[in-house]
C-alpha cells in the first residue's frame, strides 16, 4: 500500500504532498526533511529503493524534480516505479509547459491512486476527467 506521495525540488523543497494513512500535521514535515534528505543524498548509481523506518522509499529523478513513494514492505517496488514513470508521462502529456497548475496535478494522482492503491494506469482514462473539464471551461 503506497503511505505517500512527494514530489521534491534539488533543493529540498517540497512542491507536491499527498498522505494516504494519517500523519499528524506537526509530524509531516520532519518525515519529509528526512525523506528528501534520504534520497537526495544517494549518488545516481545507487538503487532507487531505500529501506527507511518502517516503510520502503521508492523514487525517481526527472531533472531537478524528484518523485518519491513511501510503501509498506509488501508492496512491489518495481511496480510502484513504473508507477511513477507513469505518473510523470501523464504530467507530460497533460502539461505542454514546464509550469503547471497544482490543483489539476492533484486531481492526475487521484485518478491514479486511491486509498494507496493503483486505481488506474491508462493515461487516456486518467486524463478524461480533465479533459471534460477543460471542454466546459472552453465553453
Not at 528528501?36 to 526527472?62: A, E, G, I, T
Request: contains cysteine; glycine residues 2%.
Amino acid at each position: 500500500m503506497i503511505r505517500f506521495m512527494l514530489m521534491v525540488n534539488r533543493q529540498g523543497q517540497t512542491r507536491l504532498s499527498r498522505y494516504y494513512q494519517p500523519v499528524e500535521l506537526s509530524r509531516r514535515a520532519q518525515l519529509e526533511a528526512d525523506v528528501v534528505r534520504c534520497c537526495l543524498s544517494r549518488r545516481k548509481d545507487q538503487c532507487s529503493f531505500v529501506d527507511y523506518k518502517d516503510f520502503k522509499l521508492v523514487y525517481r529523478q526527472y531533472a531537478a524534480l524528484y518523485v518519491v513513494v513511501g510503501v509498506t514492505d509488501n508492496e512491489n517496488e518495481l511496480s510502484v516505479y513504473e508507477l511513477l514513470h507513469n505518473f510523470v508521462e501523464v504530467l507530460d502529456k497533460y502539461f505542454s509547459r514546464i509550469m503547471f497548475n497544482l490543483d489539476r496535478v492533484h486531481i492526475i494522482l487521484d485518478e491514479m491512486i486511491q486509498n494507496g492503491h493503483v486505481v488506474e494506469t491508462n493515461k487516456s482514462r486518467v486524463l478524461a476527467p480533465l479533459t471534460a473539464l477543460d471542454k466546459m471551461a472552453d465553453g
